[in-house]
């Protein structure tokens, strides 16, 4: 069993930037990010896969949000940068299960997630 742990999360101003991290209990596949606002679904916000040559993004935050990961360190990161209050949600790192990165942007294409952490942008 995968553990994802999320960390980073907080409070910052519409303009502002923060930097989630998530840590894998093990090596594992490619990877992705989701957000959850109160109210609506889980949304795809970004993906990377294993070699890190291919990432994605949601057309909500392509320009704004990178994602990057650290294989050495079994860990994945979302810089977001120029946070909007619409941004506002739980965001949850998840384990693809493939190395292809085969529907990415689905949340059934992923085996494993982690406990989600708050991000909160005030106007």
């Known amino acids: 069993q995968v553990q994802l742990v999320e960390s980073g999360g907080g409070l910052v101003q519409a303009g502002g930037s923060l930097k989630l991290s998530c840590a894998a209990s093990e090596r594992i596949f490619s990877m992705g990010w989701f957000r959850q606002a109160p109210g609506k679904e889980r949304e795809f916000v970004a993906a990377?896969?294993?070699?890190?040559?291919?990432?994605y993004y949601a057309d909500s935050v392509k320009g704004r949000f990178t994602i990057s990961g650290d294989n050495a360190k079994k860990s994945v990161y979302l810089q977001m940068d120029s946070l909007k209050p619409e941004d506002t949600a739980v965001y949850y790192c998840a384990a693809h299960r493939t190395v292809g990165l085969i529907d990415y942007g689905s949340r059934l294409a992923y085996a494993y997630w982690g406990q989600g952490t708050q991000v909160t942008v005030s106007s």
């Open positions: 990377i896969s294993w070699s890190g040559s291919r990432t």
